[in-house]
């Protein structure tokens, strides 16, 4: 009796990924879904997808498509989502343990090493990418964003304290450059991500605009970057929008008449205006209804705002 030999055991890790992904349209569907669930963790705070192994097959496949300046976007995009998921992380670890604020400020430094090492890791056709920008900015603010949280000024520990205003300072200029570069994109091309970056900026600056803490001067913050004169010039934006629109179509009936309206933006404009002039120094909560987001003045038109999502870039 001849007796059967067993084949011999596969390791785990020799196992073929069933769900790896086999051309480049699978990898950017996959990058560019990690890219939109972490600008989702930072304006709205759900919960993001993590970074994976498969994630980083992907990005290194795409960037070899050196002749693709959308592939090359997509990946510095998803590059730098990475970190934003780990600041979601540490705001998370904040609000689900509120006394770790504090400690979170130690954390600050590390993300802004690792926003520093991915910056220095793009090439200049990204750097010069309009959505790559912005997600660099939104980061950028969304890392010093614990800053906020916790303002206990410490007793024992004066040199926290500084750190701290170091921080709510870097956060103040780091507002002013994302919205500055949001002026700066043409209003018939923009899409939902910008305008949920644009939305949670303008919350981290509002409440930059009326904290008190010893040594952070919000009057001074409001002259720097004031959080009403962007919605009043987004207004502008948006009319001259409507305007060319109108011409285009021969219709009044578009996204920007109902966003920038009175029931859009120039309605949450007249209320953060009139909390900013009685604010007691108490930040405001955006998700409780109390003023609502820069970005529900959209949500109503969402799904308008889904179309061309990546602006001018072909996938």
């Known amino acids: 009796m001849v007796m059967a030999c067993p084949k ?28 939109i669930s972490a600008m989702a963790g930072l304006a709205i705070k759900a919960e993001p997808m993590r970074w994976s192994s498969r994630i980083a097959r992907a990005c290194d496949k ?7 300046a959308g592939d090359l976007a997509l990946v510095g995009m998803a590059r730098i989502s990475r970190v934003s998921v780990d600041a979601y992380n540490t ?95 043409p209003s018939v091309t923009m899409n939902m991500v910008q305008v949920l970056a644009f939305s949670n900026t303008c919350q981290v600056l509002y409440s930059l605009s009326v904290i008190d803490y010893p040594g952070w001067d919000r009057y001074a913050a409001r002259a720097t970057a004031d959080v009403l004169w962007y919605f009043d010039q987004v207004c502008t934006k948006f009319e001259e929008a409507c305007h060319q629109l109108e011409e285009e179509n021969g219709s009044k009936d578009n996204v920007f008449s109902l966003a920038g309206g009175h029931e859009g933006l120039k309605s949450l ?24 987001g820069a970005g529900d003045a959209w949500l109503t038109n969402a799904d308008m705002w889904f179309t061309n999502v990546w602006g001018e870039a072909q996938f």
């Open 91 to 185: 705001l998370q670890q904040i609000q689900d343990d509120p006394p770790s604020a504090t400690y979170a400020l130690h954390q600050i430094k590390a993300l802004r090493t690792m926003l520093d090492v991915v910056k220095g890791g793009l090439s200049q056709t990204q750097l010069q990418h309009d959505m790559v920008m912005l997600y660099l900015y939104a980061t950028e603010v969304q890392i010093y964003e614990p800053a906020l949280l916790g303002l206990t000024p410490s007793i024992s520990n004066t040199a926290l304290d500084y750190q701290r205003i170091e921080y709510l300072t870097a956060c103040l200029y780091a507002c002013k450059a994302s919205l500055d570069n949001y002026m700066n994109i």
């Open 8 to 35: 011999p055991p596969v390791l785990v890790g020799q196992l073929p990924d069933q769900h790896e992904t086999h051309n480049d349209e699978e990898r950017r569907a996959l990058v560019a879904c990690f890219a």
């Open 62 to 68: 795409l960037s070899q498509n050196l002749d693709n």
């Open 269 to 292: 404009s007249a209320k953060w205006r009139e909390n900013l002039e009685t604010a007691t120094g108490i930040g405001m909560d955006f998700t409780a209804g109390e003023l609502g």
